[in-house]
T-cell receptor, first 115, second 114 residues
Framework: AQTVTQSQPEMSVQEAETVTLSCTYD???????LFWYKQPPSRQMILVIR??????QNATENRFSVNFQKAAKSFSLKISDSQLGDAAMYFC????????????FGTGTRLQVTL | EAGVAQSPRYKIIEKRQSVAFWCNPI?????LYWYQQILGQGPKLLIQ????????DSQLPKDRFSAERLKGVDSTLKIQPAKLEDSAVYLC????????????FGPGTRLTVT
């Protein structure tokens, strides 16, 4: 079985500052993908960033980057230059179910962005 | 490109009643997923289709939940009879291939069972 743990139910960051959201996971698979999804109050979930486990280089998408520590099974998301539009629920997810793609989500971190 | 469409957006029913949700995936997406998201939790996969075949329904409560994807396009998720604990947001998602590709989510249907 695969599990995803997000230990920060809520985080707050000031506009233009940097914040890091934590995620740990567990899987017996050697080949897996990790994702961060964003869910704004309107509820439509969108992909923020994706990391393939076989790649050592950390993924980056504009202001979003990850710190992937495979041995520690840790996958944190860093948001730089935070904007008001970044306020949302952020879910860490793992896809490691062999040939059948199956996402396991964490419980989420609610990010507030203040002026 | 149109996104994943779901209807209705909101539904309130009494326990023991039946309810159905509809999903239209992004055109050309072979894989379709139904998730249940209970308040304060992450989405949980209920069922996954590849075209019109079921790939994974291991977490679907089959005594009350059913789903179909006729012709490999639209999908319907049904609950009969509903229980109070079924109150949740039901999310539909689709993707281009079965393994590791990005899933695109719809806006969800918020179900309240009273």
């Amino acid at each position: 079985a695969q599990t995803v743990t997000q230990s920060q139910p809520e985080m707050s960051v000031q506009e233009a500052e940097t914040v890091t959201l934590s995620c740990t996971y567990d899987t017996s698979e050697s080949d897996y993908y990790l994702f961060w999804y964003k869910q704004p109050p309107s509820r439509q979930m969108i992909l923020v960033i994706r990391q393939e486990a076989y790649k050592q280089q950390n993924a980056t998408e504009n202001r979003f980057s990850v710190n992937f520590q495979k041995a520690a099974k840790s996958f944190s998301l860093k948001i730089s230059d935070s904007q008001l539009g970044d306020a949302a629920m952020y879910f860490c997810a793992l896809d490691g179910a062999g040939t059948a793609s199956k996402l396991t989500f964490g419980t989420g971190t609610r990010l507030q962005v203040t002026l | 490109e149109a996104g994943v469409a779901q209807s209705p957006r909101y539904k309130i029913i009494e326990k023991r009643q039946s309810v159905a949700f509809w999903c239209n995936p992004i055109s050309g997406h072979a894989t379709l997923y139904w998730y249940q998201q209970i308040l304060g939790q992450g989405p949980k996969l209920l069922i996954q289709f590849q075209n019109n075949g079921v790939v994974d329904d291991s977490q679907l409560p089959k005594d009350r939940f059913s789903a179909e994807r006729l012709k490999g396009v639209d999908s319907t998720l049904k609950i009969q009879p509903a229980k109070l604990e079924d109150s949740a947001v039901y999310l539909c998602a689709s993707s281009t291939t079965r393994t590791r590709s990005e899933q695109y989510f719809g806006p969800g249907t918020r179900l309240t069972v009273t």
